[in-house]
Structure formats: C-alpha cells, structure tokens
C-alpha cells in the first residue's frame, strides 16, 4: 500500500513536469511549479536535516538523483532543483566524475529558514520568538546611539502608521517600516541586513495577529509602538528595552487568542 502511494506521488508529480516542460500552456498553470517548489524545498529541509544529525558527514557522497527520488518519493526534477539549491548554498558539491557531495561545513554557509520551518500558527510563533531577542535589543542599542534625524525618521513613522489605522488599515507595511527604522537607529547595519531578511516572515506574523484578532487590538498595538518610540526618543535604553519587550511578548500572547 505504502509503494504504492509513494509510486502515485511519484507519477503525479512527472506529469506535473511534462506539462510544465510542454509550452507555454503550462506557463498558465502556476500551482504546478509552485508545488514542485514546495516539494523541493521539502527535499532540502530532509538533506540538510541529516547532515545536521551527522547521518550524512562531510565528504559523504550523495545517492544518484534517482535513487534520491525513490528515497523521498518525488521526481527526477524536484530532486534536481533541491540539489540545485543545496549546492548554491554551499552545502553540496559536485566533483566532475565522481557525483555529487556533502561539503566540508564552513563559515561561509548562509542561514535560511523556509526549508526548516513549516507553515502555519506554530511557524509565526517561532518567527516572533527570534525576533524578540533581536528586537528588544536594537530598541535598547537605539535609544542609546540614535541621531535626531533617526528618531524624527521614527516619530514620522510612527505618525503614518496612526494615520493608517484611523483609516481602518491593518498596518501592516508601516508596522515593518516602523521595526526597521528602529534597526536603521542602532546604527549597526546587520540589525538592519536582519529585518530585512525577515521581511516577508514578519509580514505574515503581522498579519497572521491581525487577521486573528481583528481591528479591536490595533489601539493596544499603538499603544506598544508609541512607548517604544518615546523611549528610544527620551534615550532611556532601560525603558526602551523593557516596552519593545512587552510589545513582543503581548504579540506573540495575541498569536494564541
């Protein structure tokens, strides 16, 4: 029962391949490449995963892509495109001849979340819990090293984000405008670099809070952003620290209602 549901999948998903490889009808069916993505992006998350255990070591060469396919019931081609991404990354390397192999764990490998992390309420609260260490404390280096024209850049913000709410907006653009300016104002650029490399993840925490709770919790989320911006403004690093840290520990409490 089991081959044979892992032979469907494996058939559904070539057919999904010679439609997309067809022409350009199957440039006008997105969901297929989207899904052979997703499936993709499972495939990395199990590699990576078993050389984090240790089950594949550095120097370890990789089964062919076919067997590969067979292990994680996908196709050749999804297979293809997670090699593709693993080997990008610098976590895999092709010798001419020889296949393909785990690379020796360097520095120089990026961080990544998606293949780690899967959708849904359990992934926006693990996104809030790294943001919290982070941004509680860019709200503290802030308030001791911002200029005046990064903390009027905040008020302005801030203001903007105001406007929007009274207009029924969720706010959630000018929410993450609002996060980097404070990470623009601990003038240490990889706390900016950070933010913007969760941008899209604190998207959808903002709205995932949003959507959830409706626009009866935005004059509470004000409330939160104005004491931080008040602080940072007054150059209160204690205040600052402790009203960024009730701002993140109520939105992940607002997660959970």
Known sequence: MVGRTVSSKRRSARAAER?????????????????????????????????????LSPGT???????????????????????????????I???????????QLGSNQPFRI???????????????????????????????RAKRSQIANLRRVHARMLAEAASGSPCIEEALAFHRAIAEATNNELFVEFIIFLGRFIRES?????????????P???????????????????KAHAAAMIHMTNSLNRLKT
């Open 206 to 218: 903002i709205r995932h809070t949003r959507s959830s709770n409706g626009q009866w919790k935005m």
């Open 19 to 55: 439609a997309e490889m067809a022409g350009p009808r199957a440039a006008a069916r997105p969901a297929e490449t989207i899904a052979r993505s997703s499936l993709a992006d499972r495939v990395v998350g199990l590699i990576r995963r078993s050389i984090t255990d240790g089950c």
């Open 93 to 103: 390397e092709t010798r001419q001849g020889a296949g393909v192999f785990v690379a």
């Open 114 to 144: 998606q293949p780690l992390l899967s959708s849904g309420p359990d992934a926006v609260r693990k996104i809030f819990e790294l943001r919290m260490s982070v941004e509680v404390s860019a709200a503290e280096i802030a308030a001791r």
């Open 220 to 238: 509470e989320v004000l409330a939160e952003h104005a004491a931080i911006l008040d602080a940072i403004g007054a150059g209160d690093a204690a």
């Open 61 to 91: 060469r990789l089964p062919t892509g076919q067997q590969m396919a067979e292990q994680y019931g996908v196709s050749l081609m999804v297979v293809r495109e997670a090699i593709s991404s693993l080997r990008a990354d610098g976590v």
